[in-house]
């Protein structure tokens, strides 16, 4: 456990001696958009059908409108907590490009989100920005979520298959999800007539990757992202602007197709490479290191 022990009270857990745990560098790295940051740098989240608060205070974690059967049965896998973060980064160290990166992003860990959500947050995100990302998932929640209040705010989850099935391509692109409408359209329905989200997940990470591109508007990248993020398939490595520069400046030769550079990380990285991956890609992308 990444963590020491935890306690409740006053409808918030205390999570006690948390390491690798920093806040911008989890929600701020591309995996997750249901998230806000306040002005005293706590992040709101709404995951897992609930809305919660979260604060480091000195080595501790605060989690705030939250209690213990939650955080035992939720929070300490969607956090990943079991994982031994100070060995796998010690196993990822193979140079000092990667060295530099997960210096840098230290704090950074892998979420285990609800697969739906990731399927059609990442159909949103197929050639878009996140703050257009994270008000299209949030203008589909306002709509057709159940509202939940917290601190005299509403808030909105995001909807079950079953809502989602009845929104309308007119509904979707309402929402602002742009040309991607269609796409969540037909891939919603596939889901809804297959019901064949769970068959995908227990696949080999290889025939997952293939099967989640049978959907409408899902690449490899887009796929590669939904195995990491909410399928617990750690050789993925899905390829963007930012991957792509840093392993063309500190690993492969110039002009690379986008496939060969997911072959050459998967061989490079094993069964971390989807870990590798979200080291690289902060790093890169925070610093804006160039080729």
Known sequence: ???????????????????????PHIFENGQC???????????IIVAKDRVIELKRVHDDLIIHNSNIDDFENIWIEYFDFERDYDSLKESLKLDEYLTNAINFGHGLRILNQDPLEMIISFIISSNNRIPMIK????????????KIEYNGKNYYLFP?????????????????????DKYLFNTINMINENNNIEYIINLSDNECHKELQKFSGIGSKVSDCIMLFSMKKYSAFPVDVWVKRAMMKFYVAPDTSLKNIRDFGRNLFKDLSGFAQQYLFYYVRENNIKI
């Open 135 to 146: 008000r299209a998932i949030n203008n589909i929640s306002e709509k057709f979520g159940e």
């Open 33 to 43: 958009f249901r998230w806000e940051k306040t002005y005293d740098d706590t992040y």
């Open 1 to 23: 456990m990444d963590f020491k022990n935890y306690s409740y009270s006053d409808n918030k857990v205390v999570v006690k001696d948390v390491k690798n745990f920093v806040l």
């Open 160 to 180: 079950s298959l079953e809502k989602l099935s009845k929104i309308s391509i007119s509904e979707f692109r309402e929402c602002s999800t742009g040309f991607r």
